[in-house]
């Protein structure tokens, strides 16, 4: 429980985290003060990397636990489905006996038990049959070749975006763009490539904070013979109407 909140919080206990933490979204949700951090935390996640979104505020809380109260800082951030974490800090401060083979934790003679996340529902049965739609095997695979594949050329004379040296990027872009390239090389979609021509590449923040690679072909496809693909005359037809 905490002081203000009627209802129990589930709450994660996690020895990997070295910090507490709140959900940003059950923080607003519940009117915490939030207080703002004179320098914003970078935050690392299990897999080593660094998350692109930094930690700019802190909440205090009054937490009771079976009957033990406590004042503890909470590092707000997005949690996704989990209001808050109790990590290393806590389990130092409070030095609970864990019970690994009952999953409890005691404190003071108090049993607290833990409990086993919720399972994942099944896919029902009305989808079945679209469940390659969700393979990420198939997903890696291009399609094959098949006879109406056609040629993309371009108009007489065009301009065409020439290769160009990459713009100096965050380290956290560096490895995002790095990582998306060597997987795509793996999956075979890709492969080095000597024409003459490139697009430009950006990247754009996803709801999670994590980055999306962009490629904009629309200089290309402002160039592109309407005799390869009659969308692109439609397009530039329309250009500019009032409906």
Not at 152 to 180: H, Q
Not at 181 to 196: C, M, T
Request: aromatic share 10%.
């Amino acid at each position: 429980m905490v002081k203000g909140i009627m209802d129990p919080i589930p709450t994660l206990v996690d020895s990997g985290s070295s910090k507490n933490f709140l959900d940003i979204n059950f923080a607003q949700n519940n009117k915490i003060p939030l207080i703002p951090l004179v320098n914003p935390r970078t935050v690392i996640a299990i897999d080593g990397k660094e998350l692109p979104n930094k930690i700019k505020n802190k909440a205090t809380l009054e937490v009771e636990i079976e009957g033990w109260t406590f004042d503890t800082t909470f590092f707000v951030m997005n949690l996704g489905d989990t209001d808050m974490i109790l990590g290393l800090d806590w389990l130092q401060e409070a030095n609970p006996d864990i019970n690994w083979k009952t999953l409890e934790i005691s404190w003071k003679g108090r049993p607290i038990t833990a409990k086993a996340g919720k399972d994942l529902p099944t896919i029902p049965e009305e989808f079945m049959e679209f469940i390659n739609v969700f393979s990420e095997e198939l997903f890696k695979k291009l399609p094959e070749h098949r006879s109406f594949d056609c040629n993309i050329d371009f108009e007489e004379g065009s301009d065409l975006p020439k290769p160009a040296k990459v713009y100096p990027l965050s380290p956290i872009k560096s490895r995002t763009i790095k990582e998306f390239i060597d997987q795509e090389l793996a999956d075979g979609k890709i492969w080095p490539s000597k024409s003459p021509i490139a697009s430009p590449c950006f990247f754009v923040k996803k709801k999670d904070g994590s980055l999306r690679l962009v490629t904009d072909y629309w200089k290309i496809n402002i160039e592109m013979s309407c005799q390869n693909f009659a969308g692109n005359c439609l397009l530039q037809a329309d250009s500019g109407a009032n409906f």
